[in-house]
């Protein structure tokens, strides 16, 4: 496992204390949390972008005619409401 120093603004120092305490964890293992899942979502979100510039670069957009009747969907919705 590897350790490192980050700095955070006295703030969010306390809160994360706060939260810590709440759930009996440490300081260390709540930020260590935080990053995990920061991490995983960023990796997660960078994915799609790429998998979604790839059908791009291949041609695969949606028809006039898809988007048309996904549009058409929820302007429905919005008028019935």
């Not at 994360?16 to 260590?32: F, H, T, V």
């Not at 972008?49 to 695969?60: F, K, M, Q, T």
Request: hydrophobic letters at 40%; a negative charge; aromatic letters at 8%.
């Amino acid at each position: 496992m590897a350790a490192f120093t980050v700095r955070v603004s006295e703030e969010t120092a306390t809160k994360l204390e706060q939260i810590a305490e709440k759930s009996d964890r440490s300081r260390s293992y709540m930020a260590a949390q935080a990053i995990e899942d920061f991490v995983a979502r960023e990796e997660w979100q960078l994915a799609e972008i790429e998998a979604g510039l790839a059908e791009a670069d291949r041609g695969e957009f949606a028809s006039d005619e898809d988007v048309a009747k996904v549009v058409g969907k929820y302007v429905k919705s919005a008028r019935q409401s």
